[in-house]
């Protein structure tokens, strides 16, 4: 109960945020970060403690947000849907994908991923018929004006999102999942059926993202192929936000996410500098790999050391 | 009655042949040694009975069913563990945490794999380190952290790989001793080492490789005088 206390802190401030008269922009930057974490956490299952680095998690974002437009788009019925219908889609999709993708290992495997991103997104633009293209789809009738409803509801997926992720890392599957990472030959002679147990991963990991996917769907009323499939946008800083928050952390994703979108805003409002945030990005990033290499939550000792007093040992 | 017959395996990569027509058998109970000078094909060999390389030709049976064209995850959860000669632990876990891994083949909760870990942790004394992150073991322990590994996931036979390469005269002791005790849990061992004072006193026979064929078998006394197995680690005797 005491180890669950900060948990419950933390779960109780977000709960209460939205009533405290936030301005509208102040709530939208919070439903982005909730939702980034919970892209983080789905990455991370995959990512960080599979260790199958994907670089193309936009095609399970995109897939999501499509899966969500198309119900609505060709059936009529609410995008909300598609939180649910993502769950059967994105698992199909992850088995298809993980099928041609993870007899690659290491690097080869991340640029099959980097590709398949871009593969989804052409094809996105090109069934015009299907995805309405280029065009992109819109939600002709928003749920809410008002954004405290979305709050909610990303937060209730992203909190499901983190007890799920935390209940099967503590179990026999991510234990095989940490193994498969060390050392995917030595796991394949303790008896662990490595292929199988990489696919689990990726379809999580897949599915967890495009629910986020979904989400965004709904809350933007808006997407298009170079919105939800992009590789800078969405890929790349999916990566960044595990990599900076801290890969294989539970907490990392989270931490990740606020410090990525806070700094999206902040550069974004920049003068002349806010065309530049990819190379802004690029450099935070050279920077988290050679003095934080385990990412905030994983080195945050690091991080405190320069308070301590000096001659305490860590 | 025999555990493992390997018969007639070749394996070639490319155009080179690794292994050339090698058939023997291991009898349950026993430990046999696997010696040969350097690239004779011995850990080629071990990588096909562990599954890693389907044989070129011929056939691996364990247990009377035919195994070779298995994964090796298959082979392991039909009761045959194995180490590596470059030990590969998985660094970033602790050594606790390695063997839980492990212990999940036959485990059906957590609890229960705990509890086979502690168990065999205990077996090859390497219980006070459970806690140590396995990167930073010493040579010594992580060899024998492969070991318990390998016992964690309950095998009726064991493939150790070079175990005693690199360990102190203190170390190999412990290890001979650890060796025995798997025996004496009647576990089958197939054992690949070039430490010779070691091999003969564990073996209860021997198998020779060189350049892929088996060129002897038999009891430590017999193998010890066999003119080809001394021809092949020292060279031809001049004539006079």
């Known amino acids: 109960m005491k180890k669950s206390l900060p948990l419950l802190i933390i779960l109780a401030l977000l709960l209460i945020l939205p009533l405290i008269g936030l301005s509208t922009y102040a709530l939208h930057i919070l439903v982005l970060v909730i939702m980034w974490s919970t892209i983080g956490m789905g990455w991370n299952v995959l990512g960080g403690y599979c260790g199958q680095v994907s670089f193309g998690h936009a095609a399970f974002f995109g897939m999501g947000a499509y899966t969500a ?3 609505y788009f060709h059936l009529g019925i609410s995008a909300w849907w598609g939180l649910l219908a993502c769950i059967p889609v994105l698992t199909v999709t992850s088995l298809v994908i993980g099928y041609i993708c993870l007899r690659l290992r290491g690097a080869y495997f991340a640029l099959a991923t980097l590709a398949l991103g871009e593969v989804l997104r052409v094809t996105a633009e090109n069934l015009v018929k299907f995805t309405q293209g280029d065009l992109g789809i819109l939600i002709k009738q928003r749920t809410w004006v008002e954004k405290t409803w979305f709050y909610y509801i990303i937060l209730l997926v992203a909190i499901g999102t983190f007890l799920l992720v935390k209940k099967v890392i ?50 933007m009323g808006y997407i298009d192929p170079t919105v939800v499939f992009p590789l800078y946008d969405i890929s790349i800083v999916t990566v960044m936000v595990v990599m900076i928050g801290g890969v294989a952390t539970y907490w990392g994703p989270a931490i990740g996410a606020v410090i990525m979108v806070f700094l999206a805003e902040v550069i974004r409002s920049m003068p002349k500098i806010g065309a530049a945030h990819q190379t802004l990005f690029g450099i935070l990033l050279i920077f988290i790999i050679i003095f934080l290499p385990n990412g905030i939550a994983g080195d945050y000792r690091k991080l405190l050391r320069p308070f301590r007093p000096k001659g305490a040992s860590s | 009655m025999s555990l493992l017959e390997i018969r007639n395996v070749s394996k070639h990569f490319g155009g080179l042949a690794a292994l050339t027509n090698v058939t023997y058998e291991v009898n349950k ?62 660094q970033r876990m602790t050594t606790l945490d390695n063997v839980i891994a492990s212990a999940f083949l036959r485990a059906k909760s957590k609890a229960e794999a ?28 992580r060899k024998k952290l492969e070991i318990t590994r390998a016992l964690a996931t309950q095998p009726e036979m064991l493939l150790l790989d070079e175990s005693f390469a690199g360990l102190n005269p203190s170390e190999q002791n412990d290890l001979v001793e650890i060796i025995r ?9 197939m054992v690949i080492e070039h430490h010779m004072k070691v091999i003969m006193s564990i073996s209860d026979r021997i198998v020779v490789l060189n350049y892929g064929e088996k060129i002897a078998e038999g009891n430590p006394k017999e193998i010890g005088n066999n003119p080809l197995v001394i021809e092949a680690y020292l060279g031809e005797a001049i004539d006079a």
């Open chain 1, 69 to 71: 437009g198309l119900l």
């Open chain 1, 170 to 219: 503590e179990s026999k599957l991510g234990y095989y999942f940490v193994a498969i990472r060390e050392d995917q030959d030595a796991a394949e002679s303790m008896g662990i059926d490595t292929t199988l147990y990489k696919t689990i991963a990726l379809c999580l990991s897949g599915t967890l993202t495009g629910m986020a996917g979904a989400f965004y769907m709904n809350y």
């Open chain 2, 29 to 90: 109970g026993e430990i046999l040694g696997l010696i040969g000078p350097n690239g004779a094909g011995k850990t080629t060999l071990f990588n096909v009975v562990n599954g890693f390389y389907p044989p070129t030709e011929g056939e691996v049976f364990f247990k009377g069913e035919k195994v070779s064209h298995l994964k090796p995850h298959q082979i392991c959860k039909r009761g045959m563990g194995r180490t590596f000669q470059v030990v590969r632990p998985l």
């Open chain 2, 114 to 141: 705990t509890t086979m870990a502690f168990e065999s942790l205990q077996f090859t004394g390497l219980y006070e380190d459970r806690n140590a992150v396995s990167k930073g073991l010493p040579l010594g322990k």
């Open chain 2, 181 to 189: 005790k798997v025996k004496g849990r009647g576990i089958t061992i």
